[in-house]
C-alpha cells in the first residue's frame, strides 16, 4: 500500500489573462499556455515527490517559473491597462474567445481651416433649391388637420397583387402607412375574385349553365363548393400575408447615389413598427346565399353583420385592419362574400369619412377641358349611375359589356348607396399609381373622382376671411386692387366666389346700381390658373 503523499504542491497559480488588444501579436497567449501547461505537469508529478528527492527539485525550478511568468503578466497587464471585464476568461484549459471587436467611439474633427463665412450677398448661391414642397405642404396641412381621427375604408382589387403590380402595390401600401401615421384609421378590403377565378378556371370546374347569379364580385354560374372554398381560403391566406408585409415594411430606402435612377420613396425612414396590421375573420359575420334559382351556391355567401366595436377598438389603438371577402357564420363555417360590398357595409357602419375603390384606371374626363371630373354631387353622381346603367350614348355597346366598366359600374352604384348624411362623408374612384392615396387625400385636385355629401365645390358668398384670396386672383389677372377695398367689399356682400373644398379657385364681384331699375355690373371677373 503506497502511503500518502506527505506534501502537495499547490501553487497558487491564476491562468494569466490575454487582453484582446494584444492577441495578434501572439505573444500574450504564448506566456499564457505556457503557464496553464506547467500547472498541469506540476500538478502531475507532485504525487511521486515523496519517492524520488529529485523531482522535488524539479518542483522547485517550476514553482520559479511559474512565479517568473505570473510576474510578467502582471506587468503586462499594467502595461496596457486592461479592466478585468475585458479580460479573457479560461474554460477547461483553453482561452475563451473575447467576441467581436470593439470599436472606439470618437468624433471627427472638422477642418477649421477650410471653413468661410460668407456675407449676405453672396449665400444665395450656396443655398440649395427648395423646389415646390413648401407650398404643397401647406396646402395638405388644412386635409391633415381636418381627416385626422376619422376611418378611411379602401378596397384593393385582386389585380394589384398580381406580379407585373408588384411596385404599384408597395407604392399604394406605403401611403396606406403613412395615412396611419397622419392620424387617418384605415381599414383595408382585399379582393381574391382574379386570383380565385383563374384558379377555378385551371382547375377545370364545371360551370352551372344558364346560372345568371353572381357569386362574389362577378364569379357567375360558380358554385361555392368544399374544393373551391378551399382555392379560397389560399388565396385568403396569400392576400394577408401580402397586404401585412407590404405595410409593415414602411418606406423603401433608396441609395442617394442613384438619383436620376428612378423615382424615390417619400420618406427616408421605415416605418417598421411604427404601424401595425391586424387581420381577423371575426370583424363582420356571413350567411349563405342559400338556394337561387334551384341551384344551391353552398358556401358562397352574403355579408350579415360587421362587429363595429372590435373594429373600431383596433383602430382606436392605432392599428390598420386588414380584411379578406371570407367571414364565418355564427355556427362556425366560413363563406365567400363579395369584396366591394363589404367594403361598402363597414364603411357605412363605422361612418367612414372615406370610401375608396382602387380601379385599373377607368375615369370620368369632361370633354370641355379634356380633365379627369375632380368630384360631384352625390344626386348628380345618381343621374349618371342612371344614364350608364340605361346607355343613353355615353358609351358604346363594346365598352358597355367589357369588364372595366361593369367594374366601374359596380363601384359606383355602391358609393351612391353609401354616400349618405348618416353614413360615408365622400366615395373615391381612384387610380392605381404609388402616391395615388396621397395625391386625392391631401391636394385641392386629387387625383380621381370624389363624390361627395357635402359641397365639394361651387358657388357662394364671399366671407371676410376669402379677402386675401380674392387679392391673390386678381393680381394674377392684373387687377391693382387694395387689401382694404377688398374687404370692404367682401362686407357689402359683392364679391363672390367658387370654391373647391374650402379653397377659392375663382371669384367675382357684381356691384348693384340703382336708377330706373335694379342694374348689376360685373366689375371683375378672376379663375386661378388650370
Same mark, same amino acid.
Not at 497567449?29 to 505556457?34: H, R, S, V, Y
Not at 407585373?164 to 387617418?184: P, Y
Not at 405595410?247 to 447615389?257: M, Q
Given at each position: 500500500?503506497?502511503?500518502?503523499?506527505?506534501? =502537495?504542491?499547490?501553487?497558487?497559480?491564476?491562468?494569466?489573462?490575454?487582453?484582446?488588444?494584444?492577441?495578434?501579436?501572439?505573444?500574450?497567449?504564448?506566456?499564457?499556455?505556457?503557464?496553464?501547461?506547467?500547472?498541469?505537469?506540476?500538478?502531475?508529478?507532485?504525487?511521486?515527490?515523496?519517492?524520488?528527492?529529485?523531482?522535488?527539485?524539479?518542483?522547485?525550478?517550476?514553482? =520559479?517559473?511559474?512565479?517568473?511568468?505570473?510576474?510578467?503578466?502582471?506587468?503586462?497587464?499594467?502595461?496596457?491597462?486592461?479592466?478585468?471585464?475585458?479580460?479573457?476568461?479560461?474554460?477547461?484549459?483553453?482561452?475563451?474567445?473575447?467576441?467581436?471587436?470593439?470599436?472606439?467611439?470618437?468624433?471627427?474633427?472638422?477642418?477649421?481651416?477650410?471653413?468661410?463665412?460668407?456675407?449676405?450677398?453672396?449665400?444665395?448661391?450656396?443655398?440649395?433649391?427648395?423646389?415646390?414642397?413648401?407650398?404643397?405642404?401647406?396646402?395638405?396641412?388644412?386635409?391633415?388637420?381636418?381627416? =385626422?381621427?376619422?376611418?378611411?375604408?379602401?378596397?384593393?382589387?385582386?389585380?394589384?397583387?398580381?406580379?407585373?403590380? =408588384?411596385?404599384?402595390?408597395?407604392?399604394?401600401?406605403?401611403?396606406?402607412?403613412?395615412?396611419?401615421?397622419?392620424?387617418?384609421?384605415?381599414?383595408?378590403?382585399?379582393?381574391? /375574385?382574379?386570383?380565385?377565378?383563374?384558379?377555378?378556371?385551371?382547375?377545370?370546374?364545371?360551370?352551372?349553365?344558364?346560372? @345568371?347569379?353572381?357569386?362574389?364580385?362577378?364569379?357567375?354560374? *360558380?358554385?361555392?363548393?368544399?374544393?373551391?372554398?378551399?382555392?379560397?381560403?389560399? /388565396?385568403? @391566406?396569400?392576400?394577408?400575408?401580402?397586404? /401585412?408585409?407590404?405595410?409593415?415594411?414602411?418606406?423603401?430606402?433608396?441609395?442617394?447615389?442613384?438619383?436620376?435612377?428612378?423615382?424615390?420613396?417619400?420618406?427616408?425612414?421605415?416605418?417598421?413598427?411604427?404601424?401595425?396590421? *391586424?387581420?381577423?375573420?371575426?370583424?363582420?359575420?356571413?350567411?349563405?346565399?342559400?338556394?337561387?334559382?334551384?341551384?344551391?351556391?353552398?358556401?358562397?355567401?352574403?355579408?350579415?353583420?360587421?362587429?363595429?366595436?372590435?373594429?373600431?377598438?383596433?383602430?382606436?389603438?392605432?392599428?390598420?385592419?386588414?380584411?379578406?371577402?371570407?367571414?364565418?357564420?355564427?355556427?362556425?363555417?366560413?363563406?365567400?362574400?363579395?369584396?366591394?360590398?363589404?367594403?361598402?357595409?363597414?364603411?357605412?357602419?363605422?361612418?367612414?369619412?372615406?370610401?375608396?375603390?382602387?380601379?385599373?384606371?377607368?375615369?370620368?374626363?369632361?370633354?370641355?377641358?379634356?380633365?379627369? *371630373?375632380?368630384?360631384?354631387?352625390?344626386?348628380?353622381?345618381?343621374?349618371?349611375?342612371?344614364?350608364?346603367?340605361?346607355?343613353?350614348?355615353?358609351?358604346?355597346?363594346?365598352?358597355?359589356?367589357?369588364?372595366?366598366?361593369?367594374?366601374?359600374?359596380?363601384?359606383?352604384?355602391?358609393?351612391?348607396?353609401?354616400?349618405?348624411?348618416?353614413?360615408?362623408?365622400?366615395?373615391?374612384?381612384?387610380?392605381?399609381?404609388?402616391?395615388?392615396?396621397?395625391?386625392?387625400?391631401?391636394?385641392?385636385? @386629387?387625383?380621381?373622382?370624389?363624390?361627395?355629401?357635402?359641397?365639394?365645390?361651387?358657388?357662394?358668398?364671399?366671407?371676410?376671411?376669402?379677402?386675401?384670396?380674392?387679392?391673390?386672383?386678381?393680381?394674377?389677372?392684373?387687377?391693382?386692387?387694395?387689401?382694404?377695398?377688398?374687404?370692404?367689399?367682401?362686407?357689402?356682400?359683392?364679391?363672390?366666389?367658387?370654391?373647391?373644398?374650402?379653397?377659392?379657385l375663382g371669384c367675382g364681384q357684381l356691384v348693384a346700381h340703382v336708377s330706373e331699375g335694379l342694374v348689376?355690373?360685373?366689375?371683375?371677373?378672376?379663375?386661378?390658373?388650370?
Amino acid at each position: 500500500m503506497q502511503p500518502p503523499c506527505p506534501w =502537495r504542491a499547490t501553487p497558487s497559480v491564476q491562468p494569466r489573462a490575454v487582453p484582446p488588444r494584444l492577441r495578434p501579436q501572439k505573444l500574450p497567449k504564448q506566456l499564457g499556455l505556457a503557464s496553464i501547461s506547467l500547472a498541469a505537469v506540476l500538478r502531475r508529478i507532485t504525487c511521486r515527490a515523496a519517492k524520488d528527492q529529485s523531482s522535488r527539485r524539479m518542483v522547485e525550478s517550476l514553482k =520559479r517559473q511559474i512565479s517568473r511568468l505570473e510576474e510578467e503578466n502582471r506587468q503586462l497587464r499594467e502595461l496596457i491597462d486592461v479592466s478585468p471585464a475585458e479580460q479573457p476568461k479560461v474554460v477547461d484549459g483553453k482561452l475563451e474567445e473575447a467576441g467581436h471587436f470593439v470599436f472606439p467611439k470618437a468624433d471627427l474633427p472638422f477642418p477649421l481651416d477650410a471653413l468661410r463665412l460668407v456675407p449676405p450677398s453672396q449665400s444665395e448661391r450656396f443655398r440649395q433649391a427648395e423646389g415646390d414642397w413648401i407650398s404643397l405642404f401647406r396646402n395638405a396641412a388644412p386635409y391633415i388637420a381636418s381627416f =385626422r381621427g376619422g376611418c378611411v375604408v379602401v378596397h384593393l382589387p385582386s389585380f394589384i397583387l398580381e406580379d407585373d403590380m =408588384r411596385d404599384t402595390f408597395r407604392g399604394l401600401m406605403e401611403d396606406v402607412a403613412f395615412c396611419s401615421l397622419l392620424g387617418l384609421q384605415m381599414v383595408l378590403v382585399t379582393s381574391i /375574385e382574379g386570383r380565385l377565378w383563374r384558379r377555378l378556371r385551371e382547375s377545370e370546374m364545371p360551370p352551372s349553365d344558364g346560372l @345568371g347569379v353572381k357569386v362574389g364580385n362577378g364569379l357567375k354560374g *360558380i358554385v361555392m363548393d368544399e374544393e373551391a372554398m378551399r382555392c379560397a381560403k389560399q /388565396e385568403a @391566406g396569400f392576400a394577408r400575408v401580402e397586404v /401585412e408585409s407590404a405595410v409593415t415594411a414602411g418606406f423603401e430606402k433608396r441609395n442617394l447615389s442613384n438619383k436620376g435612377l428612378g423615382s424615390a420613396s417619400a420618406g427616408l425612414f421605415s416605418v417598421r413598427g411604427a404601424v401595425s396590421v *391586424i387581420s381577423s375573420t371575426n370583424f363582420f359575420t356571413a350567411s349563405p346565399m342559400g338556394v337561387r334559382d334551384g341551384v344551391d351556391f353552398m358556401y358562397a355567401g352574403v355579408v350579415r353583420s360587421v362587429n363595429s366595436d372590435l373594429l373600431q377598438r383596433q383602430l382606436q389603438e392605432g392599428g390598420i385592419v386588414s380584411m379578406t371577402p371570407l367571414g364565418s357564420s355564427p355556427g362556425g363555417e366560413v363563406f365567400y362574400v363579395s369584396s366591394e360590398e363589404l367594403a361598402a357595409k363597414v364603411a357605412s357602419n363605422l361612418g367612414a369619412i372615406k370610401l375608396v375603390y382602387i380601379t385599373k384606371g377607368q375615369c370620368l374626363v369632361d370633354t370641355r377641358q379634356s380633365r379627369i *371630373i375632380a368630384g360631384m354631387q352625390a344626386h348628380d353622381a345618381r343621374a349618371l349611375l342612371q344614364m350608364l346603367e340605361s346607355g343613353e350614348g355615353l358609351t358604346s355597346a363594346e365598352e358597355r359589356s367589357s369588364d372595366w366598366f361593369c367594374d366601374f359600374v359596380r363601384s359606383l352604384r355602391l358609393l351612391v348607396g353609401s354616400v349618405s348624411p348618416k353614413g360615408v362623408r365622400r366615395g373615391h374612384l381612384v387610380h392605381a399609381f404609388p402616391g395615388s392615396l396621397l395625391q386625392e387625400f391631401y391636394t385641392t385636385d @386629387g387625383s380621381g373622382t370624389c363624390v361627395a355629401q357635402d359641397v365639394y365645390q361651387g358657388l357662394g358668398c364671399a366671407a371676410l376671411a376669402d379677402a386675401a384670396s380674392i387679392l391673390e386672383l386678381l393680381a394674377a389677372d392684373g387687377h391693382e386692387l387694395q387689401l382694404e377695398a377688398v374687404e370692404a367689399s367682401c362686407a357689402a356682400g359683392e364679391f363672390f366666389v367658387w370654391r373647391r373644398d374650402e379653397v377659392v379657385l375663382g371669384c367675382g364681384q357684381l356691384v348693384a346700381h340703382v336708377s330706373e331699375g335694379l342694374v348689376a355690373e360685373l366689375r371683375h371677373l378672376s379663375c386661378a390658373q388650370g
